[in-house]
């Protein structure tokens, strides 16, 4: 969907409003299933995905505990245990350490760890950044085959910074290197294709 919105074509403004009930429907629908039906209970995938919608699961439980122990470290450590303190790497290097035997189910909790509060809001505007300036680098352009391009790469790397939410997914290899490359890709394009951009009109 944030495809169809970037591309800025008669097709894709067709497409986006053809598509955004049935996809309404289709999100709601799988809701519904998941949250109040134990239709497919028996297969392990459709479990999976119920326990995400279920406040009293015990590893949500786990995580929230896990969450809070790591915000009581941070409060006395502000800038986090260093760079690889926790999870796999801080039972390596450091083993037997409290962040090491902190569960770091989020990118984001990760970077929290690694360099504390001051480090996951720096690290936070970055994204922030990316994200908006990445729409405007898209939408802006006027070569309708190179913003379709843009358009999908840009569409990714949003998808990857969301899901970071709930697992290490932009710290995972390759797609960590991907994404550098787009965001260092996004940042060039406007310089090195002046000529294909439209200037921001003056009120």
Not at 9 to 30: E, H, I, K, S, Y
Not at 95 to 116: E, M, T
Request: hydrophobic residues 50%; glycine residues 10%; proline residues 4%.
């Amino acid at each position: 969907m944030l495809f169809l919105v970037c591309i800025k074509t008669r097709f894709a403004a067709d497409a986006f409003q053809l598509l955004l009930p049935p996809a309404l429907l289709v999100l709601v629908g799988a809701y519904g299933f998941l949250k109040y039906t134990y239709i497919g209970q028996d297969n392990y995938d459709i479990r999976r995905l119920r326990t995400s919608l279920d406040p009293n699961n015990a590893s949500l439980h786990v995580r929230l505990v896990n969450q809070a122990r790591l915000a009581e470290y941070l409060n006395s450590h502000p800038f986090g245990g260093g760079v690889g303190a926790g999870g796999f790497w801080g039972n390596r290097f450091k083993p037997g350490s409290f962040l090491a035997d902190l569960a770091l189910d989020s990118w984001y909790v990760r970077i929290a760890s690694d360099y504390g509060w001051f480090g996951l809001a720096y690290y936070l505007i970055m994204i922030l950044y990316f994200i908006f300036s990445g729409f405007f680098v898209v939408f802006r352009m006027n070569d309708e085959g190179f913003r379709q391009q843009l358009a999908a790469i840009y569409a990714g790397m949003v998808g990857v910074a969301v899901a970071s939410y709930g697992n290490q997914v932009w710290g995972q290899m390759p797609t960590g290197i991907i994404i550098y490359i787009i965001l260092a890709f996004l940042s060039v394009v406007p310089m090195k294709y002046k000529h294909l951009y439209s200037k921001p009109k003056l009120a």
